[in-house]
């Protein structure tokens, strides 16, 4: 009998199940966890997608973002390997929030937000959720959403 997950770390889908703006989301929070030259990989790929002002702002907002998410989480956010096909509850519930903040539901994406962060900063992440949703949306016109090219086992769930 293998141990359990940590909390938020368990398996509720693949991300095959996923949207492409939910699974992009996934991606770059995975991608932006992962460390410094992800971080990078990520910034690339807005800006091949965007271009150099829209992709230089998507990984402000994707940078803030996480930072609130770290910074003022309830708990860490638990996040599967970059090549891992499985979604973790916290990623899920982490694309949902930014699936929804892009449709234009901000209660839906605020009480997400709240699920993940301090009650106090939901309503920045919501927004920040948002900004990210409608960039990761003209990103699936332009190019696929990004694949996995760095797997660090240590840092991750998978």
Known sequence: MSAPAARGGATVGRLSDLSP????AVMYLRLWGDGMQTRMDAAQDFQIAL???????A???????????????RRPLIRHGLGC????????????????ASE?????????????????????????????????????????MPTPRHQNPTATLH
């Open 104 to 144: 234009g539901a901000r209660e839906d994406a605020m009480m997400m937000a709240s699920l993940i962060v301090r009650p106090d900063f939901a309503p920045a992440l919501a927004a920040l959720s948002e900004e990210l949703g409608l960039a990761l949306r003209r990103m699936t016109v332009s190019i696929p």
């Open 51 to 57: 271009g150099t002002d829209q992709g230089r702002a």
């Open 59 to 73: 990984m402000l907002t994707l940078d803030r973002l996480c930072s609130l998410c770290a910074h003022h989480g």
């Open 85 to 100: 096909v499985c979604l973790g509850a916290d990623e899920n519930c982490f694309a949902q929030m930014i699936a929804a």
């Open 21 to 24: 703006v939910e699974a992009g």
